[in-house]
């Protein structure tokens, strides 16, 4: 973070000092986890379900913290606000509208947000300095974090915007507003929440509304509810995706015997064939709308292709493909599910599957947030399964169970299904997985099946 007065922060905060000298020096991370305060630090004592942060304060400074900012005085130097998590956000902006060189670009969509991050910032980082979200840092915690580790640099500063709302992306602008903003998909993911893709749209568009007049809006015009949006911004669109209407379009998408993308890539700047170390069909897309913020930065077109063609996967638990000591392959996609997403996997899977000669096992758990519609979503995507030929189902929990009603819905379906209740469950069954088989483990974060995908990959060989 910048360095700043224990006065300044408040002011920001709009909080009062207490128990602290305002010329207090603050020049450490800010962090929300006592265990990560150092020198110089300002600890968030946040207060969530099951742990308050206030208890922690001592910790904090003992580890070198210098402030806190709290919701009640604490027996340490404190910036004492009315909403600590507001006041974490008040804080990110106020840090960045010191730092105007800072271009920020947001990403937002029901699915591949992380993943196509990723992709963003490895390109810009080609180029120079590049500060982006760990993870799936995006909410209202997470991508204020974020925020707060930007220097006085011209770096560009790359994020994710979710919603689980309206009006949560217009609060996450409101913080770091985005001069090009790109939307993914409209989708599935929080349907239970939002009740309808509609919307799921009108959310996902606050992101473009943020823009500037001079911005850039990169939407999926693929997607009717993404293209729609550039109604809603005066900002420069551009286009991407396989339509003949794309500025970036996607031509000659093939998937290799690994599952990875290989693609022509039309610009205004030229074409180029890219060929993705990323498994899956629907890393095209991701890259596409990288190349298209990359190129609008001002990169060469071959500096871009280059750093999409070698770029590996960042965040954890993301189509990250693993071998237990026979050769088994194993598919790690665990940190989140909706059955968009499940079905570019399970499309991957077979696609790996048929390489390697071996059977397939689709290890699914729980999609969360899907609302009235979570049964009758879950069994689609069990008929998904065995429409695309899944060798081995094995569905994890009570939820997912409706997975297995749909896949053995699938006439002519010669696979198997087993439900089960538990990760170790699941894991126990891999024990008879071949050396030539595949394996995908797949569900919402929540459900941890990403535990089950360690124990196969460190198990025993069958």
């Given at each position: 973070m910048?360095?700043?007065h224990?006065?300044e922060?408040a002011?920001?905060?709009g909080?009062r000092?207490d128990?602290?000298?305002?010329a207090?020096?603050v020049d450490?991370?800010?962090?929300?986890?006592?265990?990560?305060?150092?020198?110089?630090?300002?600890?968030?004592?946040?207060?969530?379900?099951?742990r308050?942060g206030?208890?922690?304060?001592?910790?904090?400074?003992?580890?070198?913290a210098?402030?806190?900012?709290?919701?009640?005085?604490?027996?340490?130097?404190?910036?004492?606000v009315?909403?600590v998590e507001?006041a974490?956000?008040?804080?990110?902006?106020?840090v960045?509208?010191r730092?105007?060189a800072?271009r920020?670009?947001?990403?937002?969509?029901?699915?591949?947000?992380?993943?196509?991050?990723d992709?963003?910032?490895s390109g810009?980082?080609?180029s120079?300095?590049?500060?982006?979200?760990?993870?799936s840092?995006?909410n209202?915690?997470?991508?204020?974090l974020t925020?707060?580790d930007?220097?006085?640099?011209?770096?560009?500063?790359?994020l994710?915007?979710s919603?689980?709302?309206v009006?949560h992306?217009?609060?996450?602008?409101?913080?770091?507003?985005?001069?090009v903003a790109?939307?993914?998909n409209?989708?599935?993911?929080?349907?239970?929440?939002?009740?309808?893709r509609e919307?799921?749209a009108?959310?996902k568009?606050?992101?473009?509304?943020a823009?500037?007049?001079?911005?850039?809006?990169?939407?999926?015009?693929?997607?009717?509810l993404?293209?729609?949006?550039?109604?809603?911004?005066?900002?420069?669109?551009?286009g991407y995706?396989?339509?003949?209407t794309a500025t970036f379009?996607?031509?000659?998408?093939a998937?290799?015997d690994?599952?990875?993308a290989?693609?022509?890539l039309?610009?205004?700047l030229?074409?180029?064939?890219?060929?993705?170390g990323l498994?899956?069909?629907?890393?095209a897309?991701?890259?596409?709308?990288?190349?298209a913020?990359?190129?609008?930065s001002g990169?060469a077109?071959?500096?871009?292709?280059?750093a999409?063609?070698?770029a590996?996967?960042q965040?954890?638990?993301?189509?990250a493909?693993?071998?237990?000591?026979?050769?088994l392959?194993?598919?790690d996609?665990?940190?989140?599910?909706?059955?968009?997403?499940?079905?570019a996997?399970?499309?991957?899977l077979?696609r790996?599957g048929?390489h390697r000669g071996?059977?397939?096992w689709a290890?699914?758990?729980?999609?969360?947030?899907l609302?009235?519609?979570?049964?009758?979503?879950?069994?689609?995507?069990?008929?998904?399964?065995?429409e695309?030929g899944?060798?081995?189902l094995?569905?994890?929990g009570?939820?997912?169970a409706?997975?297995?009603?749909?896949?053995r819905?699938?006439?002519g379906?010669?696979?198997?299904c087993?439900v089960?209740d538990?990760?170790?469950?699941?894991?126990?069954?891999?024990?008879?997985?071949?050396?030539?088989d595949?394996?995908?483990?797949k569900?919402?974060?929540?459900a941890?099946?990403?535990q089950?995908?360690?124990r196969?990959?460190?198990?025993?060989a069958?």
């Amino acid at each position: 973070m910048l360095e700043l007065h224990a006065d300044e922060i408040a002011a920001l905060c709009g909080g009062r000092l207490d128990l602290a000298d305002p010329a207090t020096l603050v020049d450490g991370p800010v962090v929300i986890d006592s265990r990560e305060a150092a020198r110089g630090s300002v600890f968030i004592a946040l207060t969530g379900e099951h742990r308050d942060g206030h208890e922690y304060v001592g910790d904090a400074f003992r580890r070198g913290a210098v402030l806190a900012i709290t919701s009640r005085p604490v027996d340490a130097a404190a910036v004492v606000v009315d909403d600590v998590e507001k006041a974490l956000g008040y804080l990110a902006g106020g840090v960045l509208r010191r730092t105007p060189a800072v271009r920020v670009c947001g990403v937002t969509g029901s699915s591949g947000k992380t993943s196509t991050k990723d992709l963003i910032a490895s390109g810009l980082r080609r180029s120079g300095p590049t500060v982006a979200a760990q993870g799936s840092f995006n909410n209202e915690i997470g991508l204020p974090l974020t925020v707060l580790d930007v220097e006085i640099t011209p770096a560009p500063l790359v994020l994710e915007y979710s919603a689980r709302g309206v009006g949560h992306i217009a609060y996450l602008t409101a913080i770091a507003r985005p001069r090009v903003a790109v939307v993914l998909n409209v989708g599935s993911a929080h349907l239970g929440e939002f009740g309808s893709r509609e919307a799921i749209a009108i959310a996902k568009g606050e992101l473009v509304e943020a823009l500037p007049t001079d911005g850039i809006a990169v939407l999926n015009i693929d997607d009717p509810l993404v293209a729609a949006m550039a109604a809603r911004t005066s900002a420069t669109v551009i286009g991407y995706g396989e339509s003949e209407t794309a500025t970036f379009r996607i031509t000659d998408l093939a998937l290799d015997d690994e599952a990875r993308a290989t693609f022509r890539l039309v610009t205004p700047l030229g074409s180029e064939q890219i060929a993705l170390g990323l498994h899956g069909r629907h890393q095209a897309g991701n890259a596409a709308a990288a190349a298209a913020v990359a190129l609008s930065s001002g990169m060469a077109l071959s500096e871009v292709v280059d750093a999409l063609a070698s770029a590996t996967p960042q965040s954890a638990h993301r189509m990250a493909v693993a071998r237990r000591a026979d050769g088994l392959v194993v598919v790690d996609d665990a940190y989140n599910a909706n059955p968009e997403s499940m079905q570019a996997a399970l499309e991957a899977l077979v696609r790996l599957g048929a390489h390697r000669g071996g059977a397939t096992w689709a290890v699914l758990g729980e999609m969360r947030e899907l609302g009235e519609q979570s049964e009758a979503l879950h069994r689609a995507t069990g008929r998904a399964a065995a429409e695309l030929g899944v060798d081995h189902l094995v569905v994890v929990g009570e939820v997912a169970a409706a997975m297995g009603e749909g896949a053995r819905s699938v006439g002519g379906w010669t696979g198997d299904c087993t439900v089960v209740d538990t990760n170790d469950e699941a894991a126990d069954l891999l024990a008879s997985a071949r050396a030539e088989d595949v394996v995908l483990v797949k569900a919402s974060n929540a459900a941890r099946l990403w535990q089950a995908a360690e124990r196969i990959v460190g198990g025993a060989a069958a």
